[in-house]
């Protein structure tokens, strides 16, 4: 996963793991939800400190589901909902062992365009479609995987100069941006239900 430009404010020791790790990046992208993005994506870092190892999506596909659930349930918690979200990536592990042999990159490395990565990662236990159109604008933006038509398929996550997730954020200042676009949608989402 080379040519990375991922940089969120967290342990630079992380951010690392997250531009080498494509299964990493993807638990960082599972756990992403009702959580602040530096917390989800702290996470993979902290469960390899836990268990010792940066762990293979076999290992966690196999783990034991009670002591998966323990690891991510020991303070600090991994994640707000630690026993749901142990779950939830034992689940997209075993999807990878049993799709892609237990390689999270070939969820992207041979997708003939946009379309068909999107469906691939929408596919996944846990992704609606505007996760997996996020996912799909970080591994374009950041990580260079860009089959064609890849930001069409990413809708507005894909467009270039927007700061709408964490597929925008370089460093503090861009954090800053996406969550106030956030706040902004919530907002807006609030008052046409008002």
């Given at each position: 996963?080379?040519?990375?430009?991922?940089?969120?404010?967290?342990?630079?020791?992380?951010?690392?793991?997250?531009?080498?790790?494509?299964?990493?990046?993807?638990?960082?992208?599972?756990?992403?939800?009702?959580?602040?993005?530096?917390?989800?994506?702290?996470?993979?870092?902290?469960?390899?400190?836990?268990?010792?190892?940066?762990?293979?999506?076999?290992?966690?596909?196999?783990?034991?589901?009670?002591?998966?659930?323990?690891?991510?349930?020991?303070?600090?918690?991994?994640?707000?909902?630690?026993?749901?979200?142990?779950?939830?990536?034992?689940?997209?592990?075993?999807?990878?062992?049993?799709?892609?042999?237990?390689?999270?990159?070939?969820?992207?490395?041979?997708?003939?365009?946009?379309?068909?990565?999107?469906?691939?990662?929408?596919?996944?236990?846990?992704?609606?479609?505007?996760?997996?159109?996020?996912?799909?604008?970080?591994?374009g933006k950041r990580f260079g995987v860009t089959p064609d038509g890849w930001r069409e398929a990413a809708g507005g996550?894909?467009?270039?100069?927007?700061?709408?997730?964490?597929?925008?954020?370089?460093?503090?200042?861009?954090?800053?941006?996406?969550?106030?676009?956030?706040?902004?949608?919530?907002?807006?989402?609030?008052?046409?239900?008002?």
């Amino acid at each position: 996963m080379d040519g990375m430009t991922l940089s969120l404010p967290i342990d630079p020791e992380a951010n690392r793991l997250l531009q080498r790790d494509p299964l990493a990046l993807l638990v960082g992208m599972v756990l992403d939800q009702q959580v602040p993005m530096e917390k989800a994506f702290s996470s993979p870092y902290v469960l390899a400190g836990r268990l010792g190892h940066e762990p293979d999506a076999r290992e966690l596909a196999a783990f034991d589901p009670e002591a998966l659930v323990e690891v991510f349930a020991r303070p600090p918690a991994l994640h707000r909902f630690p026993k749901a979200m142990a779950a939830r990536v034992q689940e997209v592990c075993r999807t990878l062992v049993d799709t892609y042999d237990g390689d999270p990159a070939r969820l992207w490395a041979d997708a003939a365009d946009g379309r068909e990565l999107l469906s691939r990662i929408a596919a996944l236990p846990g992704f609606g479609r505007q996760k997996a159109q996020i996912f799909l604008a970080l591994l374009g933006k950041r990580f260079g995987v860009t089959p064609d038509g890849w930001r069409e398929a990413a809708g507005g996550y894909g467009e270039e100069g927007a700061y709408r997730s964490v597929a925008d954020v370089t460093d503090r200042e861009s954090l800053g941006r996406v969550r106030e676009y956030k706040q902004r949608m919530k907002a807006e989402a609030k008052a046409a239900k008002g």
